[in-house]
């Protein structure tokens, strides 16, 4: 139904910032609760937070790692959701993905549609 894709990554040096898209085409991102997750090699798949889709609480979850460093918005008009990456550390390095499901939860691990993922890459 929705169709997601990710941009925005690429190679940044310790102490940068950088701003990942997820464009929504075949459906709106306000319809959905957004997350971003991301994976390191030899690592588990890990969420880093999300935005929900409406009403009640919370609005936006991020985990301890990347608190007051990362931020999760959505602009309905551009049908894209982004992750404001702030302060970046070497062990932010990894794929980044976008998805999209239809529950208001967002920590949950069973999303309903995913992006192709792009590759934040953070030297120290």
């Known amino acids: 139904q929705v169709q997601l894709v990710e941009s925005g990554g690429g190679l940044v040096q310790s102490g940068d910032s950088l701003r990942l898209s997820c464009a929504a085409s075949?459906?709106?991102?306000?319809?959905?609760?957004m997350g971003w997750f991301r994976q390191a090699p030899g690592k588990q798949r890990e969420r880093v937070g999300g935005?929900?889709?409406?009403?009640?609480?919370?609005?936006?979850t991020y985990t301890d790692s990347v608190k007051g460093r990362f931020a999760i918005s959505r602009d309905n008009a551009k049908n894209t959701v982004y992750l404001q990456m702030n302060s970046l550390k070497p062990e932010d390095t990894a794929i980044y993905y976008c998805?999209?499901?239809?529950?208001?939860?967002?920590?949950?691990?069973?999303?309903?549609?995913w992006g192709q993922g792009t590759q934040v890459t953070v030297s120290s």
């Open positions: 998805a999209a499901r239809t529950g208001r939860d967002i920590n949950r691990d069973d999303y309903d549609y």
């Open positions: 075949g459906g709106t991102v306000a319809s959905y609760t």
């Open positions: 935005v929900r889709r409406s009403g009640g609480f919370p609005y936006t």
